[in-house]
């Protein structure tokens, strides 16, 4: 059974710092692009970063560049998104997502919330 497990979400003041992970599990992880995904309240669901299977290749969202780090340990099956800068905008629900063009699983999500 494939199963994708985010954490590391929480409440941070805007500046702040997060790093979010993502465990896999159920496939071989190494095989496929991965993928961190938002949602915040009333929009649509955003790429925010995307990682090749080998972790060579790499893909953010504009609002992103500079401030998050996408990155992945095939040894332990894990996806990581290091998050920088935050800024209040970034409040979301982060999911991670299996798939380079379409995703066939996702995670359950982790809550960002960045708030004075």
């Known amino acids: 059974e494939v199963q994708l497990v985010e954490s590391g979400g929480d409440m941070v003041q805007p500046g702040g710092s997060l790093r979010l992970s993502c465990a896999a599990s159920?496939?071989?992880?190494?095989?496929?692009?991965m993928n961190w995904v938002r949602q915040a309240p009333g929009k649509e669901r955003e790429l925010v970063a995307r990682?090749?299977?080998?972790?060579?290749?790499?893909y953010y969202t504009d609002s992103v560049k500079g401030r998050f780090t996408i990155s992945r340990d095939n040894a332990k099956n894990t996806l990581y998104l290091q998050m920088n800068s935050l800024k209040p905008e970034d409040t979301a629900l982060y999911l991670c997502?299996?798939?380079?063009?379409?995703?066939?699983?996702w995670g359950q999500g982790t809550q960002v919330t960045v708030s004075s």
């Open positions: 990682i090749s299977s080998a972790g060579g290749t790499t």
């Open positions: 997502a299996r798939g380079r063009f379409k995703y066939d699983y």
């Open positions: 159920g496939f071989t992880f190494s095989a496929y692009y």
